[in-house]
């Protein structure tokens, strides 16, 4: 019995510390200018995966989502939740969400972590293969 318990207090602790790894606060650099945009902070919530801008860097070029539309059109940028309802599937999380604020548009997505202080983030329309990629950074 004593060896169940421990042997189940163990997993226990392996999974939340791989659901924890993701996250945190992660630096965003664009693929295409290789700038640092902003931070994201990613927490989890329902057994989801969010993101929310906590921090605009100087190289973002836009404080506010002008593309974005409906009620978000205009809104800042900063406190904005950008990456939502992505789902744990094994080490990666999917079958969710991102806005580029640049853009106003919105990408399916999947996450997964590189190592241990590098986040890729691939957004996608219909095939995952139909997309891009940024790599984030863990914030120490």
């Not at 606060?25 to 990613?42: A, F, G, P, R």
């Not at 904005?80 to 640049?102: F, H, N, Q, R, W």
Request: net charge negative; aromatic share 10%.
């Amino acid at each position: 019995m004593k060896n169940s318990i421990v042997c189940f207090s163990f997993f226990l602790c392996c999974q939340l510390g791989i659901a924890q790894d993701i996250l945190g606060v992660w630096k965003t650099v664009d693929d295409e200018d290789n700038v640092e945009k902003s931070h994201i902070k990613l927490y989890e919530e329902d057994g989801k995966l969010y993101g929310t801008v906590i921090k605009l860097l100087e190289g973002a070029t836009a404080t506010h989502c002008n593309d974005c539309e409906e009620e978000l059109k205009g809104a800042p940028i900063e406190g904005m939740t950008i990456l939502y309802d992505l789902v744990k599937d094994g080490k990666a999380y999917e079958d969710g969400s991102i806005l580029d604020p640049a853009s106003g548009k919105v990408y399916s997505c999947k996450v997964e972590l590189e190592d241990a202080n590098t986040l890729r983030v691939r957004g996608y329309i219909g095939y995952s293969w139909l997309g891009r990629t940024q790599y984030w950074y863990r914030v120490q």
